[in-house]
Nanobody
Framework: QVQLVESGGGLVQAGDSLRLSCAAS????????MGWFRQAPGKEREIVGA????????YYADSVKGRATISRDNAKNMVYLQMNRLKPEDTAVYYC????????????????????WGQGTQVTVSS
């Protein structure tokens, strides 16, 4: 069982940066691929990015590519999403998710394959 708690959201202005954090409890954190998703009002939840268990492989959605960086610290059971040059369209609730992956080398982009989800953190970008 893995429990995830996101933090770091808030109200920022367009062009600002923000770092979201996700703290994971449970064992074998490095054997879980992690993903960041977001859901804007009236829209479906979408992938923002994903990272493999070892941190060696990452994926970014086109909408954030070049502006976002996912990283993880397996010693601290933490995963981060650094977002730069934020835009109003980045406004959403951001969720982290975990999927068991014993290889440690894969990331996953499909929402339905994730086993555990956090409660989300709101990010609001004003223009």
């Amino acid at each position: 069982q893995v429990q995830l708690v996101e933090s770091g959201g808030g109200l920022v202005q367009a062009g600002d940066s923000l770092r979201l954090s996700c703290a994971a409890s449970g064992r074998a954190f490095s054997r879980h691929a992690m993903g960041w998703f977001r859901q804007a009002p009236g829209k479906e939840r979408e992938i923002v990015g994903a990272i493999s268990g070892t941190g060696g492989a990452t994926y970014y959605a086109d909408s954030v590519k070049g502006r976002a960086t996912i990283s993880r610290d397996n010693a601290k059971n933490m995963v981060y999403l650094q977002m730069n040059r934020l835009k109003p369209e980045d406004t959403a609730v951001y969720y982290c998710a975990a999927r068991r992956d014993f290889s440690g080398t894969s990331y996953y982009t499909a929402e339905y394959v994730y086993d555990y989800w956090g409660q989300g953190t709101q990010v609001t970008v004003s223009s």
